[in-house]
């Protein structure tokens, strides 16, 4: 018998085995059934719909990671000026003073901040060590310019992407997430395509034997898949 296809299934795996099965279908010689080229239709329609939005999940993922490259690039700036505190030369310790009385205006707890007030917290501080009168004192300490310029290179990377991310969350706004999609996915090929199949099998095994085994080992592997992963949790 057709197992059904685990429910807690991570999206991508759903998302993946689903075009897997409609590839089989379109190459089944089943594609005039009436019945099942209807809930063909309603599947793919629904596969779709959850690719996109598991576009959408990897863009939030991008702009996540290019969230943790520029506080990285607060870190350089702070760390290095910290260090410069301690170095034999005053006059070199006298420039990181000054430097450090503008980080410490903000200081490393910026980076806990939301988006939003992180991104308006690091324009103040560029805005600030870019002003002449610190231009001499960043100047004697090698790296710092370095370091200030990659902080400013990622907070405009990370504004960027935001923006179109931002763009691309109001189009989507009105859709449903990846989760409520897979389960759509997953009720239509549980409740329908495997209980259609379970039927088809048992009493057309010459219509439909073959693409039913089909179907089954491809949803044995996703679920044997499933399954290891939750052993290995479990371990």
């Known amino acids: 018998?057709?197992?059904?296809?685990?429910v807690n299934s991570r999206t991508t795996e759903i998302h993946g085995t689903t075009r897997t099965i409609n590839t089989s279908f379109q190459q089944s010689g089943l594609t005039e059934d009436i019945t099942l080229a209807e809930i063909f239709t309603r599947l793919v329609t629904a596969n779709d719909e959850l690719g996109v939005a598991i576009d959408r999940s990897k863009a939030e993922s991008i702009l996540a990671d290019k969230d943790d490259v520029r506080d990285e690039a607060v870190r350089a700036v702070g760390y290095l000026v910290q260090g410069y505190l301690y170095f034999p030369s005053q006059e070199v310790r006298a420039a990181a003073t000054n430097v450090q009385k503008v980080f410490d205006k903000y200081g490393f707890e910026v980076i806990k901040e939301s988006y939003v007030v992180e991104s308006s917290h690091i324009v103040s501080m560029l805005g600030d060590l870019a002003d002449r009168a610190l231009s001499a004192s960043i100047a004697l300490l090698p790296g710092l310019s370095d370091n200030i310029a990659s902080l400013q290179a990622a907070e405009d990377d990370f504004e960027n992407t935001r923006a179109q991310f931002a763009e691309e969350e109001a189009e989507d706004s009105t859709k449903p997430n990846a989760t409520t999609l897979k389960k759509n996915v997953v009720t239509i090929i549980n409740d329908d395509l495997v209980q259609f199949l379970r039927y088809g099998e048992r009493f057309q095994a010459a219509t439909y034997g073959t693409f039913?085994?089909?179907?089954?080992q491809l949803i044995n592997d996703n679920n044997e898949q499933v399954k290891k992963r939750a052993n290995k949790d479990t371990d």
């Open 1 to 6: 018998m057709i197992e059904k296809i685990i």
């Open 212 to 216: 039913a085994a089909t179907v089954a």
